[in-house]
């Protein structure tokens, strides 16, 4: 059965830095892209970062730009969004998506973590 599990979230005060870490086991046929997802309340659930299996193809939300990076740890198949210079606009629930194409589409992602909340507050 497929699985994505997100955890890392937290309260963090404006300006800090915070690591989410995501774990898969889904179909390798449909694994190609692995990426980031948040989604505020009352808010559609926005793009945040995405790359390619192996790491590479590696995309941005201009909103994160420079302040968040994606990546993988090859040992053990996890997948991270560090964040730094955090903001109040960057508190939502962050999702971790697996998709067989590259996309910035929510509706376009094969399976879905829970999520973790990132608050961001002094």
């Known amino acids: 059965q497929a699985q994505v599990q997100e955890s890392g979230g937290g309260l963090v005060q404006p300006g800090n830095a915070l690591r989410l870490s995501c774990i898969t086991s889904?179909?390798?046929?449909?694994?190609?892209?692995i990426g980031w997802f948040r989604q505020a309340p009352g808010q559609e659930r926005e793009f945040v970062a995405m790359?390619?299996?192996?790491?590479?193809?590696?995309q941005y939300a201009e909103a994160v730009k420079g302040r968040f990076a994606i990546s993988r740890d090859n040992r053990d198949n996890t997948i991270y969004l560090n964040m730094n210079g955090l903001k109040s606009e960057d508190t939502a629930t962050y999702f971790c998506?697996?998709?067989?194409?590259?996309?910035?589409?929510?509706?376009?992602?094969?399976?879905w973590g829970q999520g973790t909340q990132v608050t961001v507050s002094s």
């Open positions: 998506g697996v998709s067989r194409i590259l996309t910035r589409s929510h509706g376009a992602v094969d399976y």
């Open positions: 889904t179909p390798t046929r449909t694994t190609n892209y």
């Open positions: 790359m390619d299996w192996r790491g590479a193809k590696k």
